[in-house]
């Protein structure tokens, strides 16, 4: 084989092998932005302090992501996925808006229920941090493009936006903790709001 052949050959193992560490590397940012929010929260959350507890340097950190806003969004990815929210694909293709919309209520509440403690501090940083705030935003207004869909299946005529508006609002991460913390379990809250949206859109 002539070292160029050899050469071609290695390339792609190299990418391969860089391509592995970087995801290594990126899920050691993830870990430590999710230790240090648990443990220190939002303000002593750094980009220097997030190479510090994942062991690489901060420009690897800054080259990964860019920002610390990008690290929050990536961790919200990270915990969407654990939730379980990629269910909401087969949700939005059920045959009946009432399958539809007891689909959406149980994605939703057992999302916000595998995390409650982290997501009401990625919650509130959304609330202190515009760039961030824009983030969380843009996801509440995708809940509530599927709201309106729902709503729209059922038929009703008239006041789909408020409808839509009511159930985005009962299905929000703050309603499902403010259930699950006042004397009701995780579970026993998604009966509740499964009750009220059905109610809110008129099941």
């Known amino acids: 084989m002539t070292a160029k052949k050899r050469e071609e050959c290695k390339r792609p193992y190299e990418l391969g092998k860089r391509l592995e560490q970087m ?14 929010l648990e443990a220190k929260g939002y303000r002593q959350l750094t980009m220097g302090s997030l ?16 920002t610390k806003t990008a ?15 990629e269910k909401m694909r087969e ?9 539809m919309l007891e689909g959406f209520v149980g994605v939703f509440c057992r999302f916000w229920a595998s ?3 982290l997501m009401r501090r990625i919650r509130g940083i959304g609330a202190i941090d515009p760039e961030f705030g824009a983030v969380i935003e843009a996801r509440d207004k995708r809940r509530l493009q599927a709201a309106m869909r729902i709503v ?15 159930l985005t609002a009962l299905t929000s991460f703050e309603f499902f903790d403010a259930l699950a913390e006042n004397a009701l379990d995780e579970k026993r809250a998604q009966t509740v709001v499964l009750e009220l949206a059905r109610k809110a859109v008129g099941c």
Do not use: C, P, W, Y
């Not at 729209?152 to 009511?166: N, Q, S």
């Open 23 to 36: 995801d290594q590397n990126r899920a050691a940012v993830l870990q430590a932005a999710r230790a240090q």
């Open 51 to 66: 190479a510090a507890e994942s062991g690489l340097t901060r420009q690897t950190v800054h080259n990964l992501f860019g």
């Open 71 to 85: 690290v929050l969004e990536a961790l919200f990815d990270v915990m969407a996925l654990g939730g379980g929210m």
């Open 91 to 99: 949700v939005m293709t059920q045959a009946s808006a009432e399958a």
């Open 115 to 117: 995390d409650r403690v």
């Open 152 to 166: 729209g299946k059922m038929g009703i005529r008239g006041d789909i936006e408020e409808r839509a508006a009511a």
